[in-house]
């Protein structure tokens, strides 16, 4: 049993002694105390199905055996930098990584986060074309350092310093987006701003196949590879930023750009590669690396022996317990049920995602989508007193976000969509 501090107490120091730029989720916060799998328990030993591990760290399940294990083995066995020394953890790692890429993506750059990793690209992408002029879509998250501030298109995201360089486009949002489903007309508007907004040439573009903070947006069916040809031929790189859709999350593929055909210069990855022990990488191709030797570049722990031999552990895991075939199988079957709650409950106005990176989009009218963000606090702390966690996102807060560990199943599935149906009858 737990012995430890109650959660009003934990509350009343973290106002004290933590920033409060970022409360805790519920009216009543939870004081999480234990993870296994896809259940998490708090102070009371009360447990929680975490239909929402997935966006911070967790793709096998908390605290799975075999990555605990290796995180263990690894830390009485040597922690230190590999900057400096060979060692067999980041080298494994780095070669089983870049096994699950396609082409000449192979050459692999470890930080601590996502931030760092997408930092990293954009600077490569910069020295490579020698541009400074990169382009982002609107809506998207990318980061909050210097330049990932820069991409990242949100405002409640952004500080007012100094951010330069980046040309956001229009998102090209099915649901919401000016043009529907039309990926080429997008596509149009970064010709556009080239044209308009820049010299011609451009460093590059970055962007998420399915915008995961921005509240679960795929992005229309023809876009990516329009803009990879439009920015290409400017001269640019085209970076996949995968911290969210990659590592088999999406289910059909083991990462997001697939599904739409392309294959991009770089490739960031950042949360679940862990597991929960903190690892960023930016994998892209020799060439495109050696603008790096032009100075020494380091990061400490960037790729040091514990995470990395998280990472493997967690590519094992993934492989050996089939974890994308699952993520497509059981986030198929809870889409379409989520899908069929819609003819039920007006408030939802779009269902979304791939494998299990789904939303629930909840609108006040369907006709005028107006964002329903009070309704869709009430269900997200009713769902938790039941027992089920989901997350908010999107740009109007009014998106239930569903990103469960892999190893989720189709009884939790029916679980959580049996939540939400009654919490959202009772609204
Ligand atoms: N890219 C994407 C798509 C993300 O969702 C996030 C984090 N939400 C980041 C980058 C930044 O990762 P980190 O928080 O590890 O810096």
């Not at 990242?152 to 951010?163: D, E, G, L, P, R």
């Not at 590879?225 to 930023?241: F, M, N, Q, T």
């Not at 198929?332 to 989520?338: E, G, I, Q, T």
């Given at each position: 049993p737990y012995n430890g501090p109650s959660a009003s107490d934990l509350l009343k120091?973290?106002?004290?002694?933590?920033?409060t730029c970022l409360g805790p989720f519920y009216h009543n916060p939870l004081n999480l105390v234990e993870g296994k799998m896809q259940y998490l328990f708090d102070e009371n030993g009360r447990r929680y199905l975490d239909a929402f591990g997935g966006i911070a760290t967790v793709s096998c399940g908390h605290c799975h055996p075999d990555v605990v294990e290796a995180i263990v083995n690894q830390t009485r066995l040597l922690q230190h930098t590999t900057v400096v020394y060979l060692n067999r953890a980041v080298i494994d790692f780095a070669e089983a990584l870049a096994s699950k890429l396609p082409g000449e993506l192979k050459v692999v750059f470890f930080t601590n986060s996502g931030t760092e990793a997408n930092e990293l690209a954009l600077m490569i992408a910069r020295l490579y074309s020698g541009c400074h002029d990169m382009i982002s879509i609107r809506n998207g998250y990318h980061g909050n350092g210097a330049a990932t501030m820069n991409a990242?298109?949100?405002?409640?995201?952004?500080?007012?310093?100094?951010?330069t360089g980046i040309h956001h486009v229009l998102n090209?949002?099915?649901?919401?987006?000016?043009?529907?489903?039309?990926?080429l007309m997008y596509a149009k508007d970064?010709?556009?701003?080239?044209?308009?907004?820049?010299?011609?040439?451009?460093?590059?573009?970055?962007?998420?196949?399915?915008?995961?903070?921005?509240?679960?947006?795929?992005?229309?069916?023809?876009?990516?590879?329009?803009?990879?040809?439009?920015?290409?031929?400017?001269?640019?790189?085209?970076?996949?930023?995968?911290?969210?859709?990659?590592?088999?999350?999406?289910?059909?593929y083991f990462w997001g750009f697939e599904a739409h055909g392309v294959v991009p210069d770089i490739v960031t990855v950042a949360k679940g590669i862990g597991n929960g022990a903190p690892i960023g990488a930016v994998v892209t191709t020799p060439q495109i690396a050696k603008v790096l030797t032009q100075r020494t570049y380091f990061s400490t722990f960037g790729g040091n022996p514990v995470s990395t031999a998280a990472g493997l552990a967690v590519l094992r895991v993934i492989e050996k317990e089939k974890l994308q075939e699952n993520a497509f199988m059981v986030g198929?079957?809870?889409?379409?049920?989520?899908s069929l709650l819609m003819e039920k409950h007006e408030i939802i106005g779009d269902v979304r995602g791939r494998g299990m990176l789904l939303g629930v989009e909840l609108v006040k009218d369907r006709e005028l989508k107006t964002p329903a963000k009070a309704e869709m606090l009430e269900i997200m702390e009713q769902m938790k007193d039941m027992g089920v966690l989901v997350g908010k996102g999107g740009f109007?807060?009014?998106?239930?976000?569903?990103?469960?560990?892999?190893?989720?199943?189709?009884?939790?599935?029916?679980?959580?969509?049996?939540?939400?149906d009654y919490a959202m009858s009772k609204m």
């Open positions: 120091r973290r106002r004290e002694y933590l920033p990242t298109a949100q405002n409640f995201h952004k500080f007012n310093v100094v951010q090209p949002d099915p649901y919401r987006g000016v043009f529907g489903s039309d990926g970064v010709q556009d701003i080239i044209d308009y907004g820049t010299s011609g040439r451009v460093a590059g573009i970055i962007a998420e196949a399915i915008q995961g903070v921005g509240g679960v947006i795929e992005v229309a069916p023809g876009y990516l590879p329009a803009v990879y040809g439009i920015v290409r031929k400017a001269g640019g790189l085209c970076i996949a930023d995968e911290v969210q859709s990659g590592f088999g999350r999406t289910g059909s198929s079957y809870l889409k379409d049920r989520l109007c807060g009014n998106v239930i976000r569903i990103t469960p560990p892999l190893c989720f199943t189709k009884e939790d599935s029916d679980f959580v969509v049996d939540v939400m």
